[in-house]
């Protein structure tokens, strides 16, 4: 049974940092993601991260802002945000893959890659 358990969320005034965690089981080789929804939006992506971590990808709103990590011996993904700003308020969502890799689509890694999602996490941002 897949389980994916996001942590770290919170509230954090503008030009703060936050560092998600996902703690995932049940999975073997396995390609993962961020993605965030803000109330009466939809799901948009907003990193990836292969099985090796050799490829990432960042939707162009987080570049040079949010990083995408994992560390497979503890199967746990973390995204790390600085310079945080009230338009990065939104739940944030752990996603998994099977295939172990993704596939970028005009700049974004559609939620159809994915197999497995965590709850979510609530992260706020005041300004």
């Known amino acids: 049974q897949v389980q994916l358990v996001e942590s770290g969320g919170g509230l954090v005034q503008a030009g703060g940092s936050l560092r998600l965690s996902c703690a995932a089981s049940?999975?073997?080789?396995?390609?993962m993601g961020w993605f965030r929804q803000a109330p009466g939006k939809e799901r948009n992506f907003v990193a990836a991260i292969n099985y090796n971590s050799r490829n990432t990808a960042y939707a162009d709103s987080v570049k040079g802002r949010f990083t995408i990590s994992r560390d497979n011996a503890k199967n746990t993904m973390y995204l790390q945000m600085i310079s945080l700003k009230p338009e990065d308020t939104a739940v944030y969502y752990c996603?998994?893959?099977?295939?172990?890799?993704?596939?970028?689509?005009?700049?974004?890694?559609?939620?159809?890659?994915?197999?497995?999602w965590g709850q979510g996490t609530q992260v706020t941002v005041s300004s």
């Open positions: 049940g999975l073997s080789t396995s390609h």
């Open positions: 996603a998994a893959g099977s295939r172990g890799w993704y596939t970028v689509v005009a700049g974004k890694v559609p939620t159809a890659e994915y197999d497995y």
